[in-house]
């Protein structure tokens, strides 16, 4: 009764909370996320809230000697578990579905362009990527401008190695570069930076150095786009249950504070775009996936850690369904002038690329990293999430 986030997590995981009677896990969060919001916040629960917030405070401290073992405690796992549910790419951040058939390959590939439109990119441009997962933003961008240099910044080991690889097999590997080290770190000035699903990383204390950083690195003509995990209103610590298993240290921030942190730079906030459903979408495609590899996942781990990886893309897919969490890009320049004066420049920008062929379209941006064994979830194994 007292942490029942953590309870119920942990019951399922563990075999004590079991769905009987045709019902599923979705089914239960679902109801949880639908009624979650009108439940009144009593004395109780508000002191339960501060206790909270003062652990949060202190887990969410991240200097650079302790943000590698947080990350690796979740992206360091196999290779083998991402193949298994991710696009080819390899693509652990929200998609872009231009249409609600879209599969998740067509969805990805539409993000990454959706974030090249935004950088405005040019020819021999220098970007960094910041939190650069496996590579696959770095070298699309590379594919897409010619003479594009890209560094990119991870903190994973398994990361670092496989996205070095992938710029070696396609021949990029002069141009595009993985280094394992902290953003704080960097110290070279850039042309455009790019970041996605790494600030919920951050941590609210780290906020003002996180754009401070930005703003040194960027040149005088320089662009910035910050995709993120957001909270549609007041920001409160990670649910503990999430927080024990899944992403340690991690917290999801609002708006408000990312503006206000960027109002202590010389940093113009020229876009922001909020992306509601899109991630529900793609945390759909992600768990109908597992669920078609569960036993492949059992034999890779245990029973145990199927049911925690069920509960945290289920738990994710309806919170996101139901209002409770959202993703934000916000698009940042150093001169006022650097952004053309309306949003017409991106939609052309992606005019074209589509405009090129589905064949031509999936080219861009190095090799497949995917097993050549089927891997792929149809809606029929999971029908009633379709009726959201």
């Known amino acids: 009764m007292l942490n029942p986030e953590l309870a119920i997590g942990e019951g399922f995981m563990n075999g004590g909370l079991v769905m009987e009677e045709g019902s599923t896990l979705y089914d239960f969060l679902d109801l949880c996320m639908v009624n979650i919001g009108s439940v009144r916040e009593g004395t109780m629960r508000k002191l339960l809230a ?3 917030g003062i652990r949060a405070a202190i887990r969410n401290w991240n200097p650079v000697h302790l943000a590698q073992g947080k990350v690796a405690h979740h992206y360091d796992l196999s290779d083998d578990l991402f193949d298994l549910f991710l696009d080819s790419d390899r693509q652990y951040s929200c998609a872009y579905f231009l249409n609600p058939d879209d599969d998740l390959e067509t969805a990805q590939w539409n993000k990454k362009l959706h974030l090249a439109a935004k950088l405005n990119l040019k020819p021999g441009q220098r970007v960094l990527d910041i939190g650069s997962g496996w590579g696959g933003l770095g070298l699309f961008l590379a ?4 003479d594009l240099q890209v560094d990119g910044v991870t903190l ?10 992938r710029a070696e097999e396609a021949g990029v590997a002069d141009r595009v570069r993985y280094h394992l080290k902290d953003y704080r770190e960097v110290e070279a000035q850039y042309d455009r930076i790019v ?3 790494m600030l919920e990383h951050v941590g609210p204390r780290h906020y003002d150095e996180f754009y401070g950083q930005v703003n040194r690195l960027l040149n005088a003509e320089g662009i910035a786009v910050v995709h993120s995990v957001g909270v549609f209103n007041r920001p409160e610590p990670q649910n503990q249950w999430m927080e024990k298993y899944i992403f ?3 917290y999801t921030p609002s708006l408000r504070q990312q503006f206000t942190a960027i109002e202590q730079t010389r940093l113009y906030t020229t876009d922001v775009e909020i992306l509601r459903q899109h991630y529900a979408e793609t945390l759909n495609r992600w768990r109908l996936a597992c669920a078609a590899q569960k036993d492949r996942i059992v034999a890779m781990y245990d029973e ?5 990886w069920e509960f945290y893309l289920t738990a994710c897919e309806t919170a996101f369904r139901h209002g409770s969490l959202m993703v934000f890009q916000i698009q940042l320049a150093k001169d006022l002038y650097a952004v053309p004066q309306t949003r017409d420049y991106i939609a052309d920008f992606e005019r074209r690329w589509r405009g090129r062929g589905a064949t031509t379209l999936r080219q861009v941006g190095g090799s497949d990293m995917r097993p050549k064994t089927p891997a792929v979830a149809t809606a029929d194994a999971d029908d009633e999430t379709r009726r959201a």
């Open 195 to 197: 970041s996605v699903g």
């Open 156 to 165: 994973s080991r398994e990361q670092h190695a496989v996205s070095n690889r």
């Open 248 to 250: 340690p240290g991690a």
């Open 304 to 308: 145990r850690f199927y049911r925690m």
């Open 143 to 146: 594919g897409l401008v010619d």
């Open 50 to 52: 501060g206790i909270r």
